[in-house]
Nanobody, 124 residues
Framework: QAQLVESGGGSVQAGGSLRLSCAAS????????MGWFRQAPGKEREFVAA????????QYADSVKGRFTISRDNAKNTVYLQLNSLKPEDTAVYYC?????????????????WGQGTQVTVSS
């Protein structure tokens, strides 16, 4: 069983930045591809970004491409999501997820473990 704990959320004004972290424990972190998803009020959870086990391959949703950056530090068992140029529509609960595979995925059901989420609120 893997445990994932997100942190770094908060309230910022439009144009601001945040850095989310997701600390993993319980399993060998480097065995997992990692992803970030988000869920806005009244909407379904959606894919944001993903990264392969090694960190070489990444993928982003079109809505965040060029503004968000996913990275990982396998020595620290942590995956990060740097959020820049934030917009009010980025307001959501952000979740990290772990997939026991080398391949990243944009599909929720392909992930085996989930964190509890961290709130990001962007005001205009």
């Amino acid at each position: 069983q893997a445990q994932l704990v997100e942190s770094g959320g908060g309230s910022v004004q439009a144009g601001g930045s945040l850095r989310l972290s997701c600390a993993a424990s319980g399993r060998t972190f480097s065995n997992f591809a990692m992803g970030w998803f988000r869920q806005a009020p009244g909407k379904e959870r959606e894919f944001v970004a993903a990264i392969s086990r090694s960190g070489v391959n990444t993928q982003y949703a079109d809505s965040v491409k060029g503004r968000f950056t996913i990275s990982r530090d396998n020595a620290k068992n942590t995956v990060y999501l740097q959020l820049n140029s934030l917009k009010p529509e980025d307001t959501a609960v952000y979740y990290c997820a772990a997939r026991q595979s080398n391949l990243w995925s944009a599909v929720e059901v392909n992930y085996d473990y989930w964190g509890q989420g961290t709130q990001v609120t962007v005001s205009s």
